[in-house]
């Protein structure tokens, strides 16, 4: 008996077909390498600017592209790397789960087909990684925060006061107030 998966977190990479030419083959190798190496640079973190960077540093080695910008509405984010040009190409990013919203390049030249191709070829490698990186920042955000009441909790507190100590001023240091 054969079971049918439902879900799935598979992401199915479009693959150019093969023609026949030891051009396109090539083509093919070069598209699959660079999209191991985007995705294997892309796991190495959870902060979400981060990967954005990696991905426009990986799209800028082998694509003319400006600038980045990434905007979800829903949880607030919005990313802004390298400097807007005038010509531009907006994605969707949009998985059977979720909307993870949108991600544009610009840059000075028009996109030729070829160059959009790779690029939604690229984007497929960050859809997992963003993902992630909004579920580890919302998992950070409800680990500081009282479910019940919705403040701040004593870890929240903790951190605030090792990012901006208070003066000492006799027997009112940063401990005696987190006691």
Not at 144 to 162: H, I, Y
Request: charge should be neutral; include cysteine; glycine fraction near 4%.
């Amino acid at each position: 008996m054969i079971a049918k998966v439902k879900r799935s977190n598979t992401i199915a990479f479009p693959v150019p077909k093969n023609k026949g030419g030891r051009k396109q083959f090539k083509q093919m190798e070069k598209h699959i390498t660079l999209r191991l190496e985007l995705s294997n640079a892309l796991q190495s973190t959870f902060e979400l600017a981060q990967i954005l960077q990696l991905f426009l540093d990986q799209v800028k080695r082998n694509l003319s592209v400006d600038s980045l910008r990434y905007q979800n509405e829903e949880s607030s984010h919005a990313v802004n790397l390298g400097e807007p040009a005038k010509h531009s190409c907006h994605n969707k990013l949009i998985t059977n789960e979720d909307s993870l919203d949108e991600i544009s390049f610009t840059r000075d030249k028009h996109f030729a087909e070829h160059d959009l191709q790779m690029l939604e070829l690229l984007i497929g490698s960050l859809i997992c990684p963003i993902r992630s990186a909004l579920l580890y920042q919302d998992a950070i955000a409800s680990a500081l925060r009282d479910p019940l009441s919705g403040t701040g909790n004593r870890m929240a507190m903790e951190n605030t006061l090792t990012r901006f100590p208070v003066p000492d001023s006799g027997s009112r240091s940063a401990d005696a107030i987190a006691s």
